[in-house]
Structure formats: C-alpha cells, structure tokens
C-alpha cells in the first residue's frame, strides 16, 4: 500500500501557520507488539448449548475500508455502491463447534473474501442466515450448523442501507428480506446539479431542544438521494431459494414478525423530511399484515417531532415502544405519555401500558399505569409480568410486579433504588426461549431468578437469586467467592441442577467460557482462548482508592511497570486516563466498579500501553460531577473536576511511586473535554492529550452529555465549562486529536479545529492531529498506529524531557 499523507492542520490563511506534511509512522517496539495482534473470535451457542458459532473479525480495518464511497443521510452513513452502512465492521471468516467437543470446525461453502455481517439464528437453533458484502451489493447466506454448510439464497440484490433486512418466520424456513427495487433512479451528484433555488427552514412558535446531530438531510438534492437509497421492496425467500413479493416499494424502516408468525408489523417513514432531526424521528406509519401480506390494521401514526418538551424524562407524544408480547401468539403492547410526554407537568402517573390483540377488532386494553417514565418490560405468562419505569432527575428506577390479564391499579413494587447505587442492584431477571423462538421470563412453581454483577464495598461477588413471586422474597443459591479472578454469570441453565455459564477471567488470563455447577462446584472448561498480551502479564495491577477532598470517595486502577521495586519507589511519571460522569448524591458517586481481576486488554482508548515505557498508570480514574437536591452537576463542574484530579495525584503520591511534577492526562471525546478543562483551571499536569473532543459548548446550545438545561438558561455555565472561552488561561503542552470524519453529536470535527485556532493564535504549546477518514471511534490501524507514536512522542517529550 502507498503511503497516505495527511496534515497536522491549520485551516487559517497565514503562511506562518503552516501545516507539517509528515508520513504514517508506528509507536516503539514495546507497545507495537501489544497493539498488532489477532483478536479472538467472538463466541454465540444455541440455547440447548449444543453448538458454537465463532465468528472471526480483523483486529482493525484498513484505510482502504475507510475510503469507501459513503453518503451521509438523515443520520446514516450508507456506501451507495454496496447499498449498507459503511460503518459496519465485517465478520471475515466463520467456524462451528459442538460445545462439548473441541474441534472447531471450518465453514464449508463461504465466498471469497467474506464480509459477513447481520447474523440472525432461527427460531429452531438449526440455521443461521447471514449477509455477505460483495463488490457490488448484499448477498443473502445461510448457514446449516449441523453440517458447517454455507450457501447463498439471493444475488447481491438485498437493501441493508436502514439496518440488517433479514427477519426468520417462525416456521424457520422462511425469511422476510428488503430488496432493492429494480431500475432504481440514479442518484443525484448535487456538484453537478444546479440548485432550484434557496433553502429555507421556519419556525412556528413552538419551543423545543434539540441536540446538534450529525450527518443529516440539508436539501432537496439529499431528500431524494435518502428516497432512492432507503426505498426497498420485501420478500420472502425460503430455504431453498425461492422468493415471492411480499409487499411493493416503500421506505420501510422495520420489520417485526409476531412470536407465532401469522402477523408482521412494518413500519414505514413518511413525509415531510427533517433538515434538524435524524430519520428515527421522520414521521412513520405502522401496519400490521397477516403473513401473506393482507393489510390487517393500521397500529399507529407517527408525525414528525422536531419538537420535544425539555429533560431526558421527556418523550414525545402518541403511541410509542410498541412490540409484539413475547409470551403470547400475536399480541401488541404500546405505551402511551399520560403528561403529553413534557417531565415539567405535575400529574400523579406518566406513562400508561396497553395490550392489543391482533387482528385488533377490540380496542386496547389498559394493564398498568407508571408513576414514573416506562423503562421497559419482562413478560412471564398471563398471570406474571415485570414492568420497569425510572425518573432521570431522581435517577430512581422502580420494578414491580404484575398480573397482565387484569388493570392492576396497585402493582407490587419488587425493587425501588437510586440506579446508579450499584451496591444495591438486585440484578436482572433471568430469562429463556419459549415455544416461539422469543426471550420470556425464568418461571418455576412461582419462582425466579435473578442474576447480579455483585458490586460492593470489599470486591465484585457475583451472585444468583431466587425470588419468590408469591413473597416477593430472595434467596441466595449462588455467590462467586474468587478474590483473584473475575467471574461473570452468563445465563441459568439449569436452576435445579445448578448449571450455569459463566465466562472467568484474572488479569493475565483471556476471558474464558466454563460451565459451573454451584451445588457440586464443578467447573468445565468451555473455550480455551489464550492471553494475546504476554510482555504485560506480570505488569503490577491493583485497584487503589483514596478521597476527594470533600470526603466522596474515589478509585483508580494502577499499573506499575513489570519489575518495578516497589521498595526502592523509583519516581515514575504518571499517566491518568479518565471520563466524568455525572451524579445526584455522594453515596453512589463514591462507590467502585472496577475489578483488579478484570483481564488487561491495552487499547488505544487508554494509556495502559505505557506501562511498558516506564510510566506508572491511572486508568479509568473515578470523576464524578455531582449535583445533589436542586443543585445540577455542572453548576460546580470546573471545581470539582480538578479535585478529582488533586485526589488522584495525591492518592498516587502517598505510595510514594510518582513524580507528581511529571503527570499527564488524558480522554477520549467528553475525557478530552474533561483534559482541555483541566489544563485550563490547574496547573497539576505537566501536558494534556485530548481527543476528539467539544470545546466550545455554544455550539451546542440545547444541551450535552448530561446537561438538560440549554444555553440561555444557563449561560454563565456553559461559557465557563467551555475550553474555548478561556483559551487565553491555557499555556499547558496539549496534544488534540480528532477524526475527520467525527459522526458523534457535538463533536463536530470543527470544535477541535477552531479550538487549535484559539490555542496557537494565543500562543499556546499545542499539536493538533486530524486522522483521516476516521468517526467519533477511530478503527483503521494505519491512523491507530500513527495515534499511538503522536502519543508517545509527545509524552517522551513532555514527562521525560526528550527531544
């Protein structure tokens, strides 16, 4: 492959700011051999864990992946050459295996070159349909696992430009497909189209908050090229390749088939488009057809919501969430605002839940109403249901119990918490296929089950519960004990037997699949994969926690260099990589979620790679923003951020292992506006890496990352967490990196660039890197690589003083 340039840029028009034209170059050998390695395959089993599929993926995509013609649509990313996102990271090779042995067997019958994605198992567990990319189009597969025996089923003729557009019948042997239409129009080149005229967009008085989303419709040109790009026909195709039309063209958005296959529910988008919002919120119409294709109801009408009431407890109004009842042949079940979706209006319940029996001849039937937003449900049988509904200004989450064949005016409540006290989390509910292919709730002689991560103040003990229906009482059947390995309950396989699976992981061993048995303590080894990272198996690994000033308690996990004497204390330069996050009390702020058992997988998403380079090591340092009774997080953010900063250097610094003259920091998106603020307000870091981050919040004025009030509401706020109103206070080395193709709301490649404007023109020690064809997440492992040597250049220079 020729070598890419790109430039460190500079979008100003003096000459004295000139770019540096420089070619890809690899970090050292130390983290070069941790960063080009062969990821291993991801692993799925049938629910009678008879059979596994693996599924093998490169560790990185190429440049040439990222070249790909890509148009950018009302929120999608769609290479209009192959008709699917292209964003998608492709399966490129399949194996099967009998769990119980350990031969992994080869994939018979694969195309050249796969690019596997969308797999969808049928309900029987017998088959799995998959798409393969080729050059020039979607191909339909499937996959016999009995026999390891791939085939096609269609040419390159599917239409995955909305998502995957595969959907199994419950006869698992008939599959519902988007096709193109035949002799689609061309799409339009609007640098050669000349414009008609002016766009033009108005307001009728109504006040709403809309996020800065990326990537949507601007014109008319981009209105049709989304109509011919989304506009697909649907079939039905069988096993042995045979399809029949289902229904004519339209802009079909999802598919969803009935636990018994005699109904499809299919929803549409309508007109008008949006040039402020994304597709999910075009208007849209949902209609339920038998399987044949007969229109049976018209469920719902979605009109188009530009305009939303304030909060994240907010929803628009009319039918929402709607699905099909997992436990029952083909029965809907909707949820409905009683607030006319606005948080701000008082009223005793928000949300109301209904069932509708196809073929919808009877009215709706109301089943529960929620005090709080709905937040999701658990189907069990006609008498057991779990429903979910929490309030985001409270972060209360409330689980109740309730009997779906009847209005239950008083639903039993099982759970009522604070969500992010996950000290207290009583897990999730297990649950397993039914009859109809479809996930229901674990239910035994008025008992269930519930699986917890297990957090609390000594360690992570994962744990199993039985919870008794009729007592709305638990009872422990199972807790992992390991204080030198890091356990986590899969699934329940056998609750009378004990039977669970587990996957079991230590810091220098890969995660691994096992059955266990609690009742004999049996452990049976399932996958075998092995630890890709032997140079830092032996790296010094712990969990340290310390506190913030005003007593919240903090956590951090420390690396310390292989060979490191911990009684000599060498002084170490330290690295801290950090993300904040935002909370309504001390209580849940201070607790930990980090597990110094978890297996170390250096990534470029931290700096764990520099432990091989004679850095010590804080990742994932705890910095919480809180915000208790009336009091928002951000009201306090600059303050609070830098003592979350002081903590950690002085919790690291009491060990007696740093030199806390040579600390720097680092984040990735609101990390990276954490790093810019921190260099700004504090002059406890040496240098800063930041990347791809927002800097400027008055670009986006209705809110960000947990902020609910807009910028007029509070502009003292926004201005003063904003990096780029106070560029003149930041003289601190800081290296900025960004991809030029950043998809992530608010993170507009441009806050970086004019943020490098502010920074160099107030003269500032600052470098900025603009990683070609790269998103909010960067993949291609050319621009990977080259991150990693900016990184370690700039740190050598900056902590260790080399030029």
């Known amino acids: 492959?020729?070598?890419?340039?790109?430039?460190?840029?500079?979008?100003?028009?003096?000459?004295?700011?000139?770019?540096?034209?420089?070619?890809?170059?690899?970090?050292?050998?130390?983290?070069?051999?941790?960063?080009?390695?062969?990821?291993?395959?991801?692993?799925?089993?049938?629910?009678?864990?008879?059979?596994?599929?693996?599924?093998?993926?490169?560790?990185?995509?190429?440049?040439?992946?990222?070249?790909?013609?890509?148009?950018?649509?009302?929120?999608?990313?769609?290479?209009?050459?192959?008709?699917?996102?292209?964003?998608?990271?492709?399966?490129?090779?399949?194996?099967?295996?009998?769990?119980?042995?350990?031969?992994?067997?080869?994939?018979?019958?694969?195309?050249?070159?796969?690019?596997?994605?969308?797999?969808?198992?049928?309900?029987?567990?017998?088959?799995?349909?998959?798409?393969?990319?080729?050059?020039?189009?979607?191909?339909?597969?499937?996959?016999?696992?009995?026999?390891?025996?791939?085939?096609?089923?269609?040419?390159?003729?599917?239409?995955?430009?909305?998502?995957?557009?595969?959907?199994?019948?419950?006869?698992?042997?008939?599959?519902?497909?988007?096709?193109?239409?035949?002799?689609?129009?061309?799409?339009?080149?609007?640098?050669?189209?000349?414009?008609?005229?002016?766009?033009?967009?108005?307001?009728?008085?109504?006040?709403?908050?809309?996020?800065?989303?990326?990537?949507?419709?601007?014109?008319?040109?981009?209105?049709?090229?989304?109509?011919?790009?989304?506009?697909?026909?649907?079939?039905?195709?069988?096993?042995?390749?045979?399809?029949?039309?289902?229904?004519?063209?339209?802009?079909?958005?999802?598919?969803?088939?009935?636990?018994?296959?005699?109904?499809?529910?299919?929803?549409?988008?309508?007109?008008?488009?949006?040039?402020?919002?994304?597709?999910?919120?075009?208007?849209?119409?949902?209609?339920?057809?038998?399987?044949?294709?007969?229109?049976?109801?018209?469920?719902?009408?979605?009109?188009?919501?530009?305009?939303?009431?304030?909060?994240?407890?907010?929803?628009?109004?009319?039918?929402?969430?709607?699905?099909?009842?997992?436990?029952?042949?083909?029965?809907?079940?909707?949820?409905?605002?009683?607030?006319?979706?606005?948080?701000?209006?008082?009223?005793?319940?928000?949300?109301?839940?209904?069932?509708?029996?196809?073929?919808?001849?009877?009215?709706?039937?109301?089943?529960?109403?929620?005090?709080?937003?709905?937040?999701?449900?658990?189907?069990?049988?006609?008498?057991t249901a779990i429903v979910m509904d929490r309030w985001y200004d409270t972060r209360n989450m409330k689980t109740y119990w309730i009997n779906p064949s009847q209005f239950n005016e008083n639903p039993k409540v099982i759970s009522d918490r604070n969500y992010q006290d996950i000290y207290s989390d009583p897990g999730t509910f297990e649950t397993r296929k039914n009859e109809y292919g479809r996930y229901v709730l674990v239910l035994d002689n008025n008992k269930t089950y519930l699986i917890g991560d297990g957090h609390t103040k000594e360690g992570q003990f994962p744990f199993v519960d039985e919870f008794d229906l009729s007592t709305l009482k638990t009872k422990r059947v199972y807790q992992s004990k390991y204080k030198d390995k890091k356990e986590e309950i899969l699934s329940i396989e056998d609750a009378k037997k004990g039977d669970v699976l587990v996957m079991i992981q230590s810091k220098n061993e890969y995660p691994n699949y096992y059955f266990r048995n609690f009742k004999s303590q049996k452990l049976t080894p399932i996958t075998f994969f092995k630890n890709p990272f032997e140079s830092i198996k032996n790296v010094h690994k712990e969990v340290i926690k310390y506190q913030r000033k005003d007593g919240v308690e903090l956590s951090g996990t420390l690396y310390l260099p292989v060979g490191y004497d911990k009684t000599k204390k060498e002084k170490l330069p330290l690295l801290i990589w950090a993300y904040p996050a935002e909370f309504k009390d001390k209580n849940s702020a201070g607790q930990s979620d980090k597990n110094p058992n978890e297996f170390t997988f250096p990534y470029y998403g931290s700096f764990v790679y520099w432990v091989t380079r004679g850095y010590a090591v804080l990742d994932d340092a705890s910095f919480p923003i809180i915000g208790e009774g009336t009091t928002e997080p951000n009201d306090t953010f600059i303050e609070q951020l830098v003592a979350n900063a002081e903590a950690a250097i002085n919790a690291v610094d009491k060990l007696g292992y740093i030199d806390r003259n040579r600390v720097g920091v680092g984040g990735h998106s609101y990390g990276a506006f954490m790093t810019a603020n921190l260099l700004t307000h504090s002059n406890l870091f040496a240098c800063g890496i930041a990347r791809s981050g927002a800097y400027n919040r008055t670009l986006t004025p209705f809110g960000f990352q947990s902020e609910q009030r807009n910028y007029w509401d509070v502009p003292e706020v926004y201005n003063g967490m904003s990096p780029f109103m106070n560029a003149h206070k930041m003289k601190t080395p800081l290296l900025l990196t960004h991809g030029e193709a950043d998809n992530n709301p608010g993170t507009f490649t441009l806050q970086t660039e004019r943020y490098f404007q502010a920074l160099k023109g107030l003269g500032a020690p600052v470098r900025m890197v603009i990683l070609p064809k790269e998103s909010h997440s960067y993949t291609a492992k050319d621009n990977i690589l080259h991150l990693l040597w900016e990184q370690d250049q700039f740190l050598e220079k900056h902590l260790k003083g080399k030029q």
């Open 1 to 383: 492959m020729k070598k890419i340039f790109y430039a460190l840029l500079f979008l100003g028009t003096t000459t004295l700011w000139a770019q540096e034209n420089i070619t890809y170059q690899k970090p050292p050998k130390e983290i070069l051999e941790l960063a080009d390695f062969e990821r291993a395959p991801s692993v799925n089993m049938d629910v009678k864990k008879q059979y596994m599929l693996l599924s093998y993926r490169s560790t990185y995509k190429t440049l040439e992946d990222l070249s790909q013609d890509e148009m950018r649509l009302g929120g999608l990313r769609i290479n209009p050459a192959t008709n699917i996102s292209s964003t998608v990271t492709y399966i490129t090779n399949l194996k099967v295996r009998k769990v119980a042995e350990r031969d992994e067997i080869q994939v018979k019958g694969l195309p050249e070159n796969p690019r596997i994605a969308n797999l969808a198992m049928a309900p029987n567990e017998k088959t799995v349909a998959f798409t393969h990319t080729s050059t020039n189009g979607v191909e339909l597969w499937v996959l016999d696992l009995a026999s390891a025996q791939a085939k096609p089923l269609t040419d390159a003729s599917l239409n995955a430009n909305m998502g995957s557009p595969i959907s199994w019948f419950g006869d698992s042997q008939t599959l519902l497909v988007r096709k193109l239409v035949p002799n689609r129009p061309k799409l339009i080149d609007q640098n050669k189209d000349l414009p008609k005229g002016p766009i033009v967009s108005s307001g009728d008085g109504s006040v709403s908050q809309n996020r800065t989303y990326q990537d949507l419709l601007k014109n008319p040109t981009d209105e049709k090229n989304f109509e011919t790009l989304v506009t697909s026909e649907l079939f039905k195709v069988t096993l042995d390749g045979k399809s029949e039309l289902f229904k004519s063209a339209d802009l079909y958005a999802g598919e969803s088939i009935s636990p018994d296959g005699n109904f499809v529910m299919v929803t549409t988008l309508q007109k008008p488009f949006s040039y402020i919002v994304p597709l999910s919120r075009f208007p849209q119409k949902v209609v339920v057809y038998d399987k044949f294709g007969k229109e049976i109801k018209t469920v719902n009408e979605i009109p188009l919501t530009e305009i939303m009431p304030k909060g994240f407890s907010s929803v628009r109004k009319g039918k929402r969430n709607m699905s099909w009842r997992t436990d029952k042949p083909a029965t809907l079940y909707f949820v409905e605002a009683l607030d006319e979706g606005d948080q701000a209006k008082d009223v005793a319940f928000r949300d109301e839940v209904f069932l509708w029996e196809a073929p919808f001849e009877n009215q709706p039937k109301s089943i529960v109403k929620t005090k709080q937003r709905f937040a999701g449900v658990i189907w069990g049988n006609d008498k």
